[in-house]
C-alpha cells in the first residue's frame, strides 16, 4: 500500500471498529448515545438509550445491575433508573455510572452518566436583545406540562419612566419566542391553565395572554370613618381556592384585618369576623409598613409588616392556621426578603438579605414551622456561597423532598429543609459576570434559566428532560 494513503485508511477504518468492538460483527450490541447525560441524585429517572441490535429481550443495565426496561425498536431501549442507583453521598458533588445494555450472555459497551445533586443547563439563545431598552428585570417563569413557557419580566424604556410589566411565550419548550406582551398584575399556573391576578379581580386566558376574560372579583371595600386602609391583597392558595385580605389602621393604633375566602375563583366569597390587634408598642411615628402575605390551601395565612424599632426597621406578623377566623402576632421577616413558601404542614421557607447603612450584611436561608412563630433554623448563604454582592439568593421548590438556592452562577441543594446543604456547584455559564440570572427546577429535574445581561438582553437556556 502506498505510505500517503495509510493514514487516510486507519481514518476511516477506526470509527468503524471502535463502534463494533474491534470487530466486523454485524450482530455486536452497543450504544450510541444515552439521554439525558445528567441525572439528578437520589430522584428516579427515565433514561432513554440508543444504539444498534437491541431485541425485545435486551435488558439495560446501570453499574452492572439490570434496571426495567422497556423494548421501543432494535435502535432504541427505554429505562428507568430508581433513586437507590442515583442516591450519592451530600459530600460527593457528582459521580458517574456507567449504563450497558445486555443480549442473553453478550454485554455492550459502556456509556457514561453522571449523577450531581444539582442541574446543569446548557448554554443559552437570546430571546429579545436590549436595543432601545434602559433596563430589565426578571419577575417570575412559568412552566406548563405541554411545553409551553412563559417569561415574565419588567423594563424601562429609559431613566425617567416608569417600569412595565410584559411577559413572553414559547409554545415549543424555548426554542421559538413569540412578540411580547404587556400585562399587569400576577400571572399564575393554576392546573395548567394560564391565570391573572390584578386589583383584586381574576382573569383566565385560553390563549395565554392573547387575551383575558374576568371570572371573579371581590366587591368594593370601604373601610369605616374612623379606619385608613393600609393593605389589600388577592392571593391563590392552590385549587380554585382565594384569600382577599384587607388591613385598616385607626388613630387609636388598632390594626383591623378583613379575611375572605373564596373556594369558586372569586365567583363567591365568605367572609370572617374582623380581628383587631392594638399595635401601639409598635408604633414610633410611621405605622406598619405592608410586606407580604403567603398562604396554603390549608388554611394557613401569614401577613407581613415591618415597623421602626429604634434606628432599624423590624418585621411584626399575623398568622392564621384557620382561614383567618383567628389570628396571632409573631416575629416578621427580615429586612428584604426574597422568595418565601408556605408549605401544606404550615412551614415557612425563605431567603433574605440584611442591610446596614445601605449595604448589603448577610444573606440567608430561613425555615420556620407553626406559620413561623417557631424558630427551626437559619443558613448563612455567604459561608455557603463564599459570595457578597448584591444579588438576590433565589429559592426554588418546585421538587418534592428537595429545596435549591441558587446566587448567580451557583446552586446548592438541601434534602433536609435547608438544615444541612450541599457544596455549591455551577450550574449555568451566564453571558457576563454581572448579568442577572433566574432558574427554574421542574419534578423530572428539567432546568431553565433565564438571564438577563447589562445591556438588558434577555437569554434563555433549556434543559428539558423529555
Request: aromatic share 14%.
Amino acid at each position: 500500500m502506498n505510505g500517503k494513503y495509510f493514514p487516510i485508511m486507519v481514518f476511516i477504518l477506526f470509527p468503524i471498529l471502535f463502534l463494533s468492538g474491534c470487530k466486523m460483527d454485524d450482530e455486536a450490541i452497543y450504544i450510541l448515545k444515552v439521554s439525558p447525560e445528567m441525572i439528578l441524585s437520589k430522584t428516579g429517572s427515565t433514561i432513554i438509550v440508543e444504539g444498534m441490535n437491541f431485541n425485545e429481550k435486551s435488558s439495560v443495565l446501570a453499574d452492572d445491575k439490570s434496571v426495567p426496561t422497556v423494548f421501543i425498536n432494535s435502535k432504541k431501549l427505554k429505562a428507568t433508573i430508581d433513586k437507590n442507583i442515583t442516591g450519592i453521598p451530600l459530600n460527593i458533588s457528582k459521580k458517574n455510572i456507567f449504563i450497558s445494555v445486555k443480549n442473553g450472555d453478550t454485554t455492550s459497551n459502556k456509556f457514561s452518566v453522571s449523577i450531581s445533586h444539582t442541574p446543569v443547563c446548557n448554554s443559552s439563545s437570546i430571546v429579545l436583545d436590549g436595543e432601545g431598552v434602559y433596563k430589565r428585570e426578571i419577575g417570575n417563569l412559568l412552566y406548563f406540562k405541554n411545553g409551553n413557557i412563559i417569561i415574565i419580566y419588567k423594563e424601562m424604556a429609559d431613566k425617567t419612566s416608569e417600569y412595565e410589566q410584559k411577559f413572553i411565550l414559547s409554545k415549543d419548550k424555548g426554542l421559538k419566542w413569540e412578540s411580547p406582551k404587556s400585562v399587569s398584575g400576577e400571572l399564575l399556573n393554576i392546573n395548567e391553565k394560564l391565570y391573572r391576578i390584578d386589583d383584586l379581580k381574576i382573569f383566565k386566558s385560553d390563549d395565554y395572554g392573547d387575551s383575558w376574560k374576568q371570572i371573579g372579583e371581590y366587591p368594593e371595600f370601604i373601610p369605616s370613618q374612623k379606619e385608613d386602609l393600609t393593605v389589600s391583597y388577592l392571593k391563590w392558595a392552590g385549587g380554585s381556592n382565594f384569600y382577599c385580605i384587607f388591613s385598616t389602621s385607626t388613630p387609636s393604633n388598632i390594626l383591623n384585618i378583613y379575611t375572605n375566602s373564596s373556594t369558586d375563583f372569586g365567583d363567591s366569597w365568605k367572609s370572617k369576623e374582623k380581628f383587631s390587634y392594638d399595635v401601639s408598642n409598635l408604633y414610633e411615628g410611621e405605622g406598619l409598613q405592608p410586606i407580604d402575605m403567603v398562604v396554603n390551601n390549608k388554611g394557613g395565612i401569614r401577613l407581613e409588616f415591618l415597623t421602626r424599632y429604634g434606628r432599624n426597621m423590624v418585621g411584626v406578623a399575623f398568622v392564621s392556621s384557620d382561614g383567618g377566623s383567628n389570628y396571632t402576632q409573631t416575629f416578621g421577616a427580615y429586612s428584604n426578603r426574597g422568595e418565601a413558601y408556605l408549605s401544606e404542614d404550615f412551614s415557612i421557607l425563605g431567603v433574605y438579605q440584611e442591610y446596614y447603612t445601605g449595604a448589603v450584611i448577610g444573606e440567608g436561608f430561613f425555615y420556620r414551622t407553626n406559620l413561623g412563630m417557631d424558630y427551626q433554623y437559619g443558613t448563612d448563604l455567604w459561608k455557603l456561597f463564599k459570595k457578597r454582592d448584591k444579588s438576590m439568593p433565589h429559592l426554588n421548590i418546585k421538587m418534592p423532598d428537595r429545596i435549591f438556592v441558587s446566587l448567580r452562577d451557583l446552586m446548592s441543594a438541601s434534602f433536609d429543609k435547608g438544615k444541612n446543604w450541599t457544596k455549591p456547584a455551577s450550574f449555568y455559564t451566564p453571558v457576563s459576570k454581572d448579568s442577572e440570572i433566574r432558574p427554574f427546577v421542574i419534578e423530572n429535574g428539567s432546568c431553565f434559566v433565564v438571564e438577563i445581561n447589562p445591556k438588558a438582553a434577555i437569554r434563555f437556556s433549556r434543559f428539558l428532560i423529555e
